[in-house]
């Protein structure tokens, strides 16, 4: 039985399949062996081991075997992280690399396949050419973006994790509990019972520092918290969790603005725990889910929190207790995207860097078209066709203080089954991060107004990101345009 399991493994997780492909390549060309002749020995195709040597399908550790036999290497060998002792290889590998990032995606240019009719003094150029274009959008990221370099680490650690960290879920747990939760919505009262426990007394004052959301006095036990403008609110909830939570991880003075941030994202989840307990909220989504009735609203009002905490905290048990993998989109209504999580491949837009924050999410998804609707009382649900696959998204918009915003949940086609909302016949085709999807503008539109209009960008439209290209930077041309063109005399 172990020999069966051994022939249907892959080779082993972090193996880049184009450094493999490459080695097999160079092993098979010094073993003096045509593909066919390699295809042949092995019992497979040439189709299928082209395929491999391109890097684009990973080999069963059978096929890999055999193959290591054949060419009387050994599979560590081809296995190997190193690239093979081969310039054009190594040149290959570089391009095919460079060409599959987001960078590259954005330019809206066919791909340079680099066959062997490619000639050496021309591969050389492209890889220096991509190699300058990543080092000048880095260059570009360099300046105020520690914080968005460690942002991404942590969010690529998440990813990595499910969304999920049960260390974190149990000590949440065992503190609910020791006051007496059961179920439903963590209260008030509760929450005070909770600080007790750990020495403090909770006091509401009018006078906090402008800088701060709590302040707590460790030398007289007390956690000063804002008044409650609204009686019963999440938020004084959530604010008092977080400021015993920096006494729960025994939190030291940040000494970088990584541990700022790393400190944030411990109390931000211990927060989410301790409002939607792991054990209540797994209870309830498994009952919904056999009905297939999962709803965000309905998770939202059975533990009193908002719609953007309840789809956040779904992302934390989805994959790891109901098997679903998921993203969690909030965006702005100017469509920047201001927080994103996927487990699921849809193709969150992101830098050269690989942040996320501030870029512009496609118009044809959910978190933007919602803006559209002029009832928005309800949830808003599509379906997305996009180069990684069709998902379906539940969104909800709101408004803050200064802007509107949308908070989506969206899961993978094969997985919207589960949900409420799965009905809908609303479907839209994405073909981002292609520039001709809609960021584009309709080059009649263009021609007309490119000249003839000068937009004033708003300040937030760009203060998560480095200054965005264009004519007119931070400005979504294409909308303007089509403003424009609606509100011309002439039109």
């Known amino acids: 039985m172990a020999g069966e399991t051994s022939t249907t493994q892959t080779p082993r997780p972090g193996t880049d399949p184009l450094v493999l492909g490459k080695r097999i390549r160079h092993a098979r060309v010094a073993a003096r062996l045509t593909l066919q002749q390699l295809a042949a020995a092995v019992g497979s195709t040439t189709s299928q081991l082209s395929l491999v040597e391109n890097g684009r399908r990973e080999p069963r550790l059978s096929l890999l075997t055999a193959i290591a036999e054949v060419l009387g290497t050994p599979v560590a060998s081809l296995l190997s992280p190193e690239p093979p002792p081969d310039r054009r290889a ?31 003094e021309a591969l050389e150029s492209l890889v220096a050419l991509h190699a300058e274009l990543d080092r000048r959008a880095r260059a570009a990221i360099a300046t105020p973006e520690e914080a968005r370099r460690i942002n991404t680490e942590l969010r690529l650690d998440m990813q990595a994790r499910g969304n999920y960290v049960p260390e974190i879920e149990a000590k949440a747990e065992e503190f609910v509990r020791s006051v007496g939760y059961t179920g439903g919505a963590l209260t008030h009262h509760m929450v005070a019972q909770m600080a007790e426990r750990l020495g ?162 496609c118009r044809k998804w959910a978190a933007r078209a919602a803006f559209a609707r002029r009832n928005r009382t309800t949830e808003f649900f599509q379906y997305t066709d996009t180069p990684a696959g069709t998902y379906w998204c539940s969104t909800q918009t709101g408004s803050s203080t200064d802007s509107e915003f949308s908070i989506t949940l969206g899961v993978p086609f094969a997985h919207a089954k589960w949900f409420r909302g799965r009905e809908t016949t609303r479907r839209a085709q994405s073909s981002c991060p292609d520039e001709a999807c809609c960021r584009r ?51």
């Open 441 to 491: 503008p309709r080059t009649e539109l263009a021609t007309r107004w490119r000249e003839q209009s000068w937009p004033s960008a708003k300040m937030h439209a760009y203060v998560l990101r480095p200054l965005p290209s264009g004519t007119f930077p931070g400005v979504d041309e294409t909308e303007v345009y089509e403003f424009l063109q609606a509100h011309a005399p002439d039109s």
């Open 200 to 361: 403090f007394t909770i006091i509401h004052v009018d006078d906090l520092p402008h800088s701060t959301r709590t302040v707590t006095d460790l030398e007289n036990g007390r956690i000063y918290l804002p008044p409650a403008s609204i009686p019963g609110g999440y938020g004084l909830r959530s604010l008092a969790l977080q400021a015993m939570a920096h006494r729960i991880f025994e939190h030291e003075n940040p000494k970088s603005y990584g541990d700022f941030l790393r400190q944030r994202q411990e109390l931000a989840y211990f927060t989410a725990c301790c409002l939607v307990p792991r054990f209540a909220a797994v209870a309830f989504l498994e009952k919904q889910k056999a009905a297939k009735d999962l709803a965000m609203e309905d998770f939202r009002d059975a533990f009193g929190v908002t719609h953007h905490s309840a789809a956040q905290r779904f992302t934390n048990l989805a994959t790891s207790h109901l098997g679903i993998p998921v993203h969690f989109i909030r965006a702005n209504s100017d469509g920047a995207l201001y927080r994103g999580y996927e487990n699921d491949g849809v193709p969150l837009p992101a830098d050269a860097s690989g942040a996320i924050e501030g870029q512009p999410l």
């Open 90 to 120: 190594e040149l290959e590998i570089a391009l095919e690399r460079a060409q599959r990032g987001p960078l590259f995606a954005s330019l809206g240019v066919t791909p340079v396949r680099p066959g062997r009719r490619l000639p050496m």
